[in-house]
């Protein structure tokens, strides 16, 4: 192209100017380093351990909600699996939760006909992650001053509640 049509072209505004592979290049990048930022700040994985840890939370207040509710009840005594209502086996230090023989069953606990689950609770709760019938990783006790604590490993932090 000789330079009188360029100028031609460049003075009726028929000329196309395109971007250059640099200017590409850089506007790519920004929108890389951009992206990276926003899901860094936002980090899905922490937000949906965040939001486990509040269902545990949760689960461990209504476990607690259905011990209490039997207690109220029932004079005062709190739930077991013993059968004899002049003792309990309820757990004095922290046991879990579930059918296993090593924990201990809240769901079956209390009087005939009126256990935790299906009275006072539709199903007994379980981790979201890793909770089974055996063990709903969910723990228990009585304290010594008589109050009810329930724990839970969250993935956050560890969850205690106590009433």
């Not at 590409?24 to 890389?32: D, E, Y």
């Not at 926003?38 to 476990?63: C, G, H, M, W, Y």
């Given at each position: 192209m000789n330079e009188n049509n360029f100028r031609r072209k460049l003075a009726a505004g028929k000329w196309r100017q395109a971007f250059t592979l640099i200017e590409?290049?850089?506007?790519?990048?920004?929108?890389?380093i951009l992206t990276t930022i926003?899901?860094?700040?936002?980090?899905?994985?922490?937000?949906?351990?965040?939001?486990?840890?509040?269902?545990?939370?949760?689960?461990?207040?209504?476990?607690l909600s259905a011990v209490y509710q039997y207690s109220s009840e029932h004079s005062g005594a709190i739930p077991d699996t013993d059968g004899n209502s002049a003792t309990?086996?309820?757990?004095?230090?922290?046991?879990?939760?579930?059918?296993?023989g090593s924990c201990f069953n809240l769901g079956s606990a209390g009087d005939t006909g009126e256990?935790?689950?299906?009275?006072?609770?539709?199903?007994?709760?379980?981790?979201?992650?890793?909770?089974?019938?055996?063990?709903?990783?969910?723990?228990?006790?009585?304290?010594?001053?008589?109050?009810?604590?329930?724990s839970a490993s969250g993935e956050t932090k560890t969850i205690m509640v106590t009433r």
């Open positions: 590409l290049m850089v506007v790519i990048g920004i929108i890389g926003t899901v860094a700040a936002v980090n899905p994985v922490r937000q949906f351990a965040k939001a486990r840890d509040a269902q545990r939370e949760t689960d461990l207040i209504s476990i309990s086996n309820f757990p004095t230090t922290l046991k879990c939760i579930g059918t296993s256990t935790i689950v299906p009275v006072y609770m539709a199903a007994m709760p379980k981790d979201p992650k890793t909770g089974t019938d055996s063990d709903t990783g969910y723990k228990i006790y009585v304290d010594t001053n008589n109050r009810l604590v329930a």
